[in-house]
């Protein structure tokens, strides 16, 4: 039976090979076959057409039927093989077709779900300023001793996603990650003494007449009292000639 399988496999394939190359020659030449002598009436090429198709068809079904009827075993079990292995190709493709459409739904469905995440926001928080008097400036006059630096502030909040979309947000936390420094600026408060006032000279007071008297500085020398000095007894503008306060120099 595997014989006539083999045998009848081979004249199916030489039919399905030559049978073309034969036609196409008798369209191309039909004359190769109207001259033989057992052919009384000419064929036309529609003829040769219609007769290579009866045989062809003739040709496959009748040794298709008989590797039909001859078809050993191992024949069998390779085509169905061959079956079962397309019809779960089929079915895997199948299901990864469903797969892939389910874990499309699934992402979907879940970027409609609303989504919680926690975010932060850092904020500046504003340093303060404080004045402080310093008697070692003048007054009125101001000048920063330590510069404010601003400090930070960390929020947390929950925010609410739905489908890329922010729908709400919650603070839950809020502390100052980052101490201000507070600006300190000296105010002076010295205020310079008055100048003390320009003491005016005492006036001159006038010396009662005195009664020693010298005629001159010969007189005064002989007395023992030269030089004489302004305000003493004996003084006179007359021994005093250069007025600087001393006769008889």
Known sequence: MEAIYN???????????FLPVL?????????LLNNRSFIKKPFSRGKIISVTVLIFLVSFFGFGGVMAATEPEYVKRERAARQLAEEKAKQDVEAQRRKVAEEARLREEEARKPVTKQETKVEAVSFETTERRDGTLPKGEKRVA???????????YDVTYQEGKE???????????????????????????????????APKQRL??????????????????????????????????DNDGVGCE
């Open 146 to 156: 330590n510069v404010g630096v601003d400090g930070e502030r960390t929020i947390t």
């Open 208 to 241: 009662a007449p005195s009664s020693v008297y010298y005629k001159n500085c010969s007189a005064a020398r002989a007395a023992g009292a030269a030089p004489v000095y302004e305000g003493q007894p004996g003084y006179g503008r007359h021994l005093d000639r």
């Open 7 to 17: 045998i009848s496999l081979i004249l199916l394939v030489l039919i399905l090979i």
């Open 23 to 31: 036609l196409i020659i008798l369209l191309i030449k039909p004359h």
């Open 167 to 201: 729908i709400s947000r919650k603070e839950v936390k809020s502390e100052i990650t980052k101490q201000p420094t507070t600006k300190i600026v000296k105010v002076g408060t010295y205020v310079a003494p008055a100048p003390a006032p320009t003491p005016q000279p």
